[in-house]
């Protein structure tokens, strides 16, 4: 069974700027004979508040003759409360009347593959509970199937047992929860996007990965992360174990987010300016 994980592509009929990724992106994936595809999130630049990212990047979605698996991302549906777009019932109903469900859950080759909804993690709601409880009959369900989970943030960035990362990472409680389940359902990979940053470690018996965007890399704007910058995908390959391969796919540009930030995400901008 062979998965291709792209993630943080950031499409947008209105702001193109790393649209131009898809065509070296979609020829590569039509020819890895992948069975099944799996977007990590923020598939859109902002289908939070534009109908038409997600439609637009949906469209681009099926052009691909594998089947394929999205769950969202924070620019998709929204991030934490106190946050310029908090994910709300709106946003969430946006995302699942365009795009699909945002969590959701495949059997094959004896494996258990469940995508997360990772935005609604620290929202300490109904939506957070449902999908907790969702996720705990997921796992006690898998009848000896080994389990993949795919999210779009990590579980952490510099250490398992961190504090609260704010934007970038899993809450410290919900991560605790997380940490639970999997250790108690033979969950042998935790593959993920967001951070723009390619990685590949470990958790204990669980293997980890911090898939490369396909838009875009950060310089100077946010502070050093594991890995390297990269743009690509990730191939995992599953048998009785999973290998997953970071890949830098051939043709697509690495964009850099500082040159072009004013321009496509300038909240982000004003959010980081300092006040006089």
């Keep these: 069974m062979k998965i291709i994980q792209i993630t943080d592509t950031h499409f947008s009929p209105d702001k193109p700027h790393f649209n131009g990724n898809w065509a070296p992106l979609l020829s590569w994936i039509e020819e890895t004979g992948a069975d099944l595809i799996v977007h990590t999130g923020d598939l859109t630049v902002d289908g939070a508040d534009k109908d038409a990212d997600i439609t637009f990047s949906m469209d681009l979605m099926r052009q691909v003759s594998i089947p394929m698996l999205i769950v969202p991302g924070n620019h998709d549906v929204g991030h934490l409360k106190g946050s310029d777009?908090?994910?709300?019932?709106?946003?969430?109903?946006?995302?699942?009347?365009?795009?699909?469900?945002?969590?959701?859950?495949?059997?094959?080759a004896g494996w258990r593959f469940i995508g997360l909804n990772s935005l609604l993690l620290g929202r300490e709601d109904d939506e957070e509970e449902a999908q907790f409880e969702w996720l705990d009959q997921s796992l006690s369900g898998r009848a000896g199937r080994r389990v993949a989970l795919f999210a779009h943030k990590p579980l952490f960035v510099d250490a398992p047992d961190?504090?609260?990362?704010?934007?970038?990472?899993?809450?410290?409680?919900q991560r605790r929860r997380l940490y639970d389940l999997i250790a108690a359902h033979d969950v042998a990979l935790f593959a993920s996007g967001h951070l723009h940053w390619a990685w590949q470690g470990r958790f204990d018996n669980t293997q980890l990965i911090w898939g490369p965007s396909a838009a875009f890399i950060i310089d100077k704007m946010e502070r050093e992360m594991p890995g390297?910058?990269?743009?690509?995908?990730?191939?995992?390959?599953?048998?009785?174990?999973?290998?997953?391969?970071?890949?830098?796919?051939?043709?697509?540009?690495?964009?850099v987010l500082d040159d072009v930030v004013h321009e496509v995400y300038p909240q982000a901008v004003k959010q980081r300016e300092p006040v006089e």
């Design 228 to 255: 390297e910058r990269l743009i690509g995908a990730v191939v995992h390959e599953f048998d009785t174990a999973v290998e997953s391969t970071i890949v830098a796919v051939p043709g697509m540009t690495a964009h």
């Design 162 to 173: 961190e504090g609260d990362t704010g934007y970038w990472s899993v809450r410290p409680a």
């Design 85 to 108: 777009q908090p994910v709300n019932a709106e946003r969430l109903s946006r995302w699942r009347s365009l795009a699909g469900d945002d969590r959701w859950l495949e059997d094959s």
